[in-house]
């Protein structure tokens, strides 16, 4: 008798599957079809939501912002015959984030257009997330003036979201290190990469590559010739290798003893913690930029390190109160929604001890750096 396979890794991609079907007179049309839904960031606007945790995120945004008005009016080519200039947010959320960030574009690209003497475009601006994402709220929370059209479009980055050739600029911010699935390995001990083995540290990194790929494909069919993108990621220098030594490193080894304390108490089944990776992958800048190479639709225009933004100490409930809006949802999807309060009640106070023992990992991010990604798609030869 064959045995039942179970699959175990975590899906955060309702990869959009395109089958290329023909009308009668032989003319191809995409059928678009979802594949898989699990993931989100916490919802709302409540005490857990990723609203109301997100100032990391926040802070990123702000410190790459002035290299980014730079760059923006550098290299965007104006048009006189657009009269409608589309920007996608990718992975946008829900909260306030997504708006500052579009707000920013916007102001940037209004520049150009303004010292070139032409006539500034009206904005369309989709923001795209997984289609889980509360969309409710974020969509609620729009500013009311703004200088904008605003629509959503759902689904995976790593597919297509737009027509070809409709898009003047993207921007995804800290969203990309989110793999479209996790290693299904067994990992005994950990939950995640930072201070495996080889093996596991390979399977990551090739999950990441592929995704990269796939995302840069589709951007390439959706960016018009010469539209910009531009990717604020974390990750690492070249040649460190992430370990417990960082702060995430140390993040994730706490919440993974948390989770086989759980285990060892009977709540939940050990084995499952063993085959239980978080999709997170953090790439140093020659990987980012093998990968862009390797794909060929988008010459780098500038890929720039900046040091993570956050200063001086980080406080414990701050710090879990971020995981738990970017985590939770993956817990209660693999362990039930009963383990989530015990849960990061244990992490918290892990953490608190932590703290003490070691804290030059609460501080600024301990190694963690931020890479400002400035790309144009190709012309299509
Ligand atoms: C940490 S949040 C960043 C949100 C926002 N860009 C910001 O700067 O605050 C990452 C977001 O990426 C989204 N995400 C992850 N994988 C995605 C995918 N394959 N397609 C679209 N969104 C995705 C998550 O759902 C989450 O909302």
Redesign the pocket.
């Known amino acids: 008798m064959k045995g039942v396979i179970i699959d175990r890794s975590i899906y955060?991609?309702?990869r959009f599957k395109y089958e290329e079907k023909h009308d009668k007179s032989g003319v191809g049309m995409s059928e678009v079809r979802e594949d898989k839904h699990y993931?989100?960031?916490i919802g709302g606007d409540g005490p857990n939501s990723?609203a109301r945790n997100?100032a990391y995120?926040?802070e990123?945004?702000v410190s790459a912002n002035d290299l980014l008005q730079q760059l923006i009016p550098k290299h965007l080519d104006t048009d006189s015959t657009v009269d409608t200039f589309r920007i996608a947010?990718?992975?946008?959320?829900?909260?306030g984030?997504?708006f500052f960030?579009v707000e920013n574009m916007i102001g940037a690209v209004e520049r150009r257009y303004k010292s070139d003497g032409r006539h500034v475009p009206e904005f369309h601006v989709f923001f795209?997330?997984?289609i889980g994402?509360d969309f409710n709220t974020l969509f609620k929370q729009l500013p009311v003036a703004r200088s904008y059209f605003a629509a959503a479009a759902p689904?995976?980055?790593?597919g297509r979201l737009f027509p070809r050739e409709s898009i003047h600029l993207a921007h995804?911010?800290?969203?990309l290190h989110?793999l479209?699935r996790s290693p299904e390995r067994s990992n005994k001990g950990r939950i995640h990469y930072a201070g495996a083995g080889k093996e596991v540290r390979e399977a990551y990194a090739a999950q990441y590559k592929r995704d990269m790929d796939c995302f840069l494909h589709a951007r390439g069919e959706e960016l018009v010739a010469g539209g910009l993108m531009v990717l604020i990621l974390m990750g690492y220098r070249d040649g460190y290798v992430l370990g417990s030594d960082s702060s995430i490193g140390e993040s994730f080894d706490i919440l993974g003893s948390c989770l086989y304390d759980m285990a060892n108490m009977g709540k939940i089944g050990e084995e499952e913690v063993d085959y239980f990776n978080l999709p997170f992958y953090y790439p140093c800048g020659a990987e980012v930029e093998a990968v862009i190479e390797a794909n060929g639709l988008f010459s780098v225009e500038r890929v720039t390190e900046m040091g993570a933004p956050m200063k001086g100490e980080a406080d414990p409930a701050t710090l879990v109160g971020h995981m738990r809006a970017?985590i939770g949802v993956l817990v209660e999807e693999r362990f039930g929604s009963g383990v989530v309060e015990e849960l990061f009640q244990l992490h918290l106070n892990k953490t608190i001890e932590r703290a003490r023992e070691k804290p030059f990992i609460y501080q600024s991010c301990h190694r963690e750096i931020i890479h400002i990604v400035l790309l144009k798609r190709n012309n299509p030869s």
């Open positions: 955060c991609d309702y993931v989100h960031m990723y997100s995120q926040k990123l945004l947010d990718l992975g946008c959320s829900v909260g984030n997504a960030a795209n997330d997984l994402n689904g995976s980055f790593h995804c911010s800290t969203a989110w479209s970017v």
